[in-house]
């Protein structure tokens, strides 16, 4: 048999392969852990934003960054920083007016968006791995072109990251005057990570630098993009850091507003 | 690791169960070969051993066996991957190796496909376009504003990134509307250009490359030879440039109250690049490098006595496939040679007659 330079013609067939892959290794393990890390989390969240209670420390001033700000007439009057707004009916969570858009801010995250197109979605649930749908159009058309929305959100979580440094500076002043325990170190970790995570948005990237055709004439913009471009790389660590120091801080501050623990006091 | 000894010359060493996909456009299926492996070699080599012992037939593309020319790609355990670059040692002793050809593009045979899909989304890519009056040989940029466009010119092309990309590998009807990963950074890397002065790139990216299509689910970054960051310094980027001009309410509604910015939105696979090259005098400039006239009133009073429109016999139109387009090769077209875009009657340099003007001293025609 001798080999030959096949013409090309017309419309040709794909190579017939039956099995829909061929990876050998445990390509379903990320999407799994995927699933449920986001699972627990959402479960969790759900839970604890429709408990309407133990969200506040009134003698160290510590307020769970899930019902900040408290804006309902359920609130507590001291948890309340921003006022009072809305009905307490039990299906409006107290932070109503930020909630929404840190959901839709991490929802149209780029690293989120990755995470369950392939874990929930299966479009697809790993390289070379086939789509689970017939289909396919992408973020071409409703309801996912909302997706180009991000930069919005990310305007939002610039404003509640204000708004949750704001609460972890007026933990340090408890009834008793200033004072540090490790509530307070929670709070704080929790906000420098929150902070981490909303610099490293690749939305905020771009606006900061990435838009520019030219770095030469605006270096500090330049030196700017440069220091996001480091941390976006992290965008996905920061991600899921976030979500467990979320957690955390609020489980935290649940169970010393239970009483189920006590806070270690430092200083007062 | 795995082999009894290093692969020393005519020492026999480990042999290694290979399933490789023969066949055609007409069917095949999956081949049993057991083959021996030395230390050091990565699977091309398996590929090229199995070549000059069981399967003198076997087809497959390769050249530079260095990872630089991007000819080798392949389908390693399910996994695009370049045969010369992947170390047989990633593998167990006992592991089946299964290679197949790239599963997004037709097979022509074995483990060659036929990736003309990709020349086709090239050709329609407009090229670099600098400002018109600019001439090759002035061209200044500084390294930091061309940083970013230099990552993508290191892509070798080996098309990986397009075949695993799931928006044409699991939906073929997509290809018509979608230009895959390879060119979101052909366009990311010229609409980031210091120099490039077109700036419909970002529309002619959602438009007509199909930018919308992907959902940033990274497989291309993943498989990427040469760790170029596709997704996050490429596509994602033309996201957010493309939101900037299409869904941003604050600049559609600073446009409507100020009327900046209105570039109008046609397709732009159709028109000449607006900015490719053109004579130094168009921009009525005098140009050192360009190898034009140095004294502009000279010029000007020159072009007074040309006449320019003269007649003369039409060329004949370029010889095109059914497509309508220019074949892609000489091998896809219906004659030897590759045929010329300016119709196969014109020869060049052109002859006098047949310019469509009139130098001062031709035809006696002075004004």
């Known amino acids: 048999m001798t080999s030959s330079a096949t013409r090309p013609q017309g419309v040709r067939a794909r190579a017939a392969i039956a099995a829909k892959t061929l990876r050998t290794d445990r390509w379903w393990f990320a999407p799994l852990i995927t699933v449920i890390g986001l699972s627990a989390w959402v479960a969790y969240a759900t839970v604890r934003v429709f408990m309407h209670k133990w969200y506040w420390v009134e003698e160290f001033s510590y307020l769970t960054p899930f019902y900040s700000p408290c804006v309902t007439d359920r609130c507590i009057p001291e948890a309340s920083h921003f006022g009072q707004y809305l009905p307490g ?66 305007y939002f979580a610039v404003i509640i990251s204000l708004i949750n440094s704001w609460d972890a500076i007026l933990a340090f002043n408890t009834p008793q005057g200033f004072g540090i325990g490790l509530g307070n170190l929670i709070l704080l970790g929790n906000v420098i990570m929150l902070w981490a995570y909303t610099i490293s948005c690749h939305s905020c990237r771009h606006i900061i630098g990435g838009r520019l055709k030219h770095f030469s004439k605006h270096p500090v913009r330049y030196r700017a993009w440069g220091y996001i471009s480091w941390l976006n790389v992290r965008h996905m660590q920061l991600a899921w850091i976030t979500l467990g120091t979320l957690a955390l801080t609020d489980f935290y501050v649940m169970s010393v507003a239970a009483g189920w623990i006590s806070d270690l006091r430092f200083i007062n | 690791m795995g082999t009894e000894t290093s692969g020393a010359p005519g020492k026999p060493a480990a042999k290694r169960q290979f399933r490789i996909w023969r066949g055609d456009a007409e069917g095949g299926d999956l081949q049993d070969y057991m083959v021996e492996v030395n230390e050091g070699e990565v699977v091309l ?13 076997l087809a497959c593309r390769w050249n ?36 197949t ?11 060659v496909t036929d990736v003309s899909f990709n020349y086709e989304k090239a050709r329609e890519t407009p090229a670099f376009a600098p400002p018109t009056d600019l001439a090759p040989g002035d061209y200044r940029m500084q390294q930091v504003d061309v940083e970013r466009s230099q990552e993508f010119r290191k892509c070798i092309e080996c098309f990986l990134c397009q075949t695993v990309c799931h928006v044409i590998r699991d939906h073929d009807e997509n290809k018509q509307a979608f230009s895959g990963p390879r060119y979101f950074i052909r366009a990311a890397e010229l609409d980031m250009h210091p120099l490039d002065a077109r700036t419909d790139r970002k529309d002619y990216a959602q438009t007509e490359q199909g930018l919308g299509f992907c959902n940033i689910t990274k497989c291309c970054t993943e498989v990427c030879p040469e760790h170029i960051k596709i997704t996050d310094n490429g596509i994602i980027p033309m996201k957010e440039r493309v939101v900037d001009r299409r869904y941003d309410p604050l600049v559609w509604l600073g446009s409507k109250i100020f009327r900046r910015g209105q ?6 696979t159709s028109e000449h690049s607006p900015g490719a090259v053109r004579s130094s005098a168009a921009g009525g400039g005098v140009h050192s490098h360009a190898g034009g006239s140095h004294d502009a009133q000279a010029e000007v009073q020159a072009q007074q006595g040309v006449n320019w429109h003269r007649e003369v016999p039409h060329p004949t139109a370029p010889a095109v496939d059914a497509s309508g387009k220019l074949p892609l090769t000489e091998l896809t077209f219906d004659r030897a040679a590759a045929p010329s875009p300016f119709g196969d009657d014109v020869t060049f340099p052109l002859p006098p007659e047949h310019l469509n003007f009139a130098h001062p001293t031709q035809d006696e025609r002075n004004h």
């Open chain 2, 263 to 268: 570039v109008p939105q046609t397709s732009v």
């Open chain 1, 89 to 154: 009916w039990w299906i409006i969570p107290d932070a109503a007016f930020t909630l929404p858009f840190l959901l839709l801010f991490r929802l149209t995250c780029y690293y989120y968006r990755k995470a369950y197109y392939r874990s929930f979605w299966l479009s697809p649930p790993a390289c070379a791995v086939p789509d689970g749908h017939a289909s396919y159009s992408g973020e071409t058309r409703f309801p996912l072109i909302v997706q180009n929305s991000h930069r919005y959100f990310f």
């Open chain 2, 64 to 99: 530079c066996k260095a990872g630089k020319c991007g000819s080798c790609s392949m389908e390693i355990n399910g996994m695009p991957k370049l045969g010369c670059m992947t170390r047989m040692s990633t593998f167990e002793e006992n592991e089946t190796i299964t290679v």
């Open chain 2, 45 to 57: 080599d398996v590929i090229h051993r199995l070549q000059a012992t069981d399967a003198p037939d």
């Open chain 2, 101 to 111: 050809p790239l599963r997004t593009f037709p097979v022509i045979r074995d483990l």
